[in-house]
């Protein structure tokens, strides 16, 4: 794999995002909207709630996650989405690793989120770790005309071929209009993790691929011009077998592009940049995907975006340098490592896209 250097200075950024910016060129006048993804790193209230496994997130845990570090992290949390953009907040936000509606409540009332009056979509899911994907999108820039919570059942001859049965976060489905221009098809994913093992755990991704593959490919079979964002955290790398496998978007032709195929920005990003969303063990890799369809890549389509307006926030302030036995780097500044208390944003960084929508 490719040595990782991410840059410790602010992300420089062209364009503008959300409703009020706007880019000519020639006779066409651009509105540029911006969607991010965010594995926000266990973001759970303090209250031990029956049937969940979410004890190690009370004040009596070994963690000690109490009230004062609970609202910090909603604070840090707002601090990193005010950055993403040098003017305006996302117009939508993805988001991955949230215990509940509650806490999602908590975090749009941040004074620094409170302008774009965010909405909420979220549902439980069965996750054994009691958490789950939710979207928040501002009502002036998105509005959803459909919404579901699109299951993960496991054969048994997958959920049970590690020591205990497994159950995973729902993904996310959100239908809307962008902008009162076109509709745009949103899937918030966050796949099964790594934690009993990369291998052992293949059977697990591939699923999730299969059923969000099968989600795509009914919306293309439909429209094949249907505009598609399919993000977060996949917990594979951009080569991994489950999204190359099994969902097998494109990852060179994004200037060829072909409408009904889909199109991995993140693998151009991180291969061709040299820029990761996550670093585990010196190692720098893209966990964090943005996938697109093809129609998206066309610059005569209502809303379109290209290769190189997907970027990771990797600011200065959301990396922590280290010096130890592993050697020295940068690593994302997250809030806890094991037991131990950082006080961080999240163990990974923020990945972002432009779109841009036509006004003629």
Known sequence: MKKIFLPVIGIFIILYSCSTAKVNSSHTSFIVSTIAFYNVENLFDTIDTPNKTDEEF????????NTTKYHQKLKSLSVVFDSIDGKNLPDIIGLEEVENRAVLEDLVKEPLLADANYQIIHYESPDFRGIDNALLYNPKAFKPIF???????????????????????????VKGILHNTDTLHIFVNHWTSMYNGEIATIPFRVWCATVLKHETDSLLATDRN?????????????TGSAIHGVLRPDSSQYENFVPGKLYDLSHY??????????????KWSSLDHIIVSGSL??????????????????????????????????????TYGGNKYFGG?????????QLKIKKV
């Open 147 to 173: 919404q579901r919570a699109i299951a993960i059942h496991f054969p048994d001859s997958i959920g049970k071929a590690i020591a205990e049965e497994k159950t995973t976060r729902d993904i996310l489905y």
């Open 345 to 353: 944003y999240s163990d990974h960084l923020p990945v972002y896209l």
């Open 58 to 65: 009370t004040p009596s845990s070994v963690k000690n996650w």
């Open 269 to 282: 990003l991180f291969t061709e940049k040299e820029i990761g969303s996550y670093e585990y063990k010196g």
């Open 297 to 334: 890549l066309n610059t005569d389509n209502k809303i379109s975006t290209e290769k190189d307006l997907m970027r990771v926030l990797n600011n200065d302030f959301l990396l922590y340098h280290y010096n130890n036995q592993q050697g020295k780097g940068m690593r994302p500044n997250r």
């Open 226 to 238: 249907a505009n598609i964002i399919a993000g977060g955290d996949f917990n594979e790398h951009v």
